[in-house]
T-cell receptor, first 111, second 112 residues
Framework: GNSVTQMEGPVTLSEEAFLTINCTYT??????LFWYVQYPGEGLQLLLK?????DKGSNKGFEATYRKETTSFHLEKGSVQVSDSAVYFC??????????FGKGTMLLVSP | DVKVTQSSRYLVKRTGEKVFLECVQD?????MFWYRQDPGLGLRLIYF???????EKGDIPEGYSVSREKKERFSLILESASTNQTSMYLC???????????FGQGTRLTVV
């Protein structure tokens, strides 16, 4: 079956530090890959996505590249802000109507 | 702008009550989902629906049922609420295929 593994948190960084959150997956077929963000007390918002190998998704300074050879989709940002503090979820879809999520990684950014 | 709306942000119910959580989407999406989110467990799929009146069990359907009488509305029903159903409930919708899902703001349910 499908599965997503992401690094456990919390990840604690100072403002302007570089961020990497690792995500690897196992899937049948050719999945689309997603990163979602959840701010405290809110639902999930789509942050970025990639639909095929070597695609790079980007949004709000965050980037992730679909690496088929390593089955990975790591999230990166060059300079984090306090407002980036949230929980980040990696997810995949293989087209059978449901998303498979990782367990989430909490990011805490201090001034 | 796409919108998935859950009827309540916060809900407190008593053990044994029948509880209805409502979700409406305005994007004409075929697929709708109910997840629950618990610390350390991530998101777990309760039920999903790929068409009106169609439903499929997810990973944790026990103690829940769903109803989809209209395309835009997907209801989650707790037949007899129990304290272990205290959780954050998230509704989502999507088009068919390898596409993203759009989420509502969540309902934090407390069963006392």
């Amino acid at each position: 079956g499908n599965s997503v593994t992401q690094m456990e948190g919390p990840v604690t960084l100072s403002e302007e530090a570089f961020l990497t959150i690792n995500c690897t997956y196992t899937a049948t077929g050719y999945p689309s890959l997603f990163w979602y963000v959840q701010y405290p007390g809110e639902g999930l918002q789509l942050l970025l996505k990639a639909t095929k190998a070597d695609d790079k998704g980007s949004n709000k300074g965050f980037e992730a590249t679909y690496r088929k050879e390593t089955t990975s989709f790591h999230l990166e940002k060059g300079s984090v802000q306090v407002s980036d503090s949230a929980v980040y979820f990696c997810a995949l879809s293989t087209g059978y109507s449901t998303l498979t999520f990782g367990k989430g990684t909490m990011l805490l950014v201090s001034p | 702008d796409v919108k998935v709306t859950q009827s309540s942000r916060y809900l407190v119910k008593r053990t044994g009550e029948k509880v209805f959580l409502e979700c409406v989407q305005d994007m004409d999406h075929e697929n709708m989902f109910w997840y629950r989110q618990d610390p350390g467990l991530g998101l777990r799929l309760i039920y999903f629906s790929y068409d009106v009146k169609m439903k499929e069990k997810g990973d944790i359907p026990e103690g829940y049922s769903v109803s989809r009488e209209k395309k835009e509305r997907f209801s989650l029903i707790l037949e007899s609420a129990s304290t272990n159903q205290t959780s954050m409930y998230l509704c989502a919708s999507s088009l068919p295929g390898r596409t993203e899902a759009f989420f509502g703001q969540g309902t934090r349910l407390t069963v006392v």
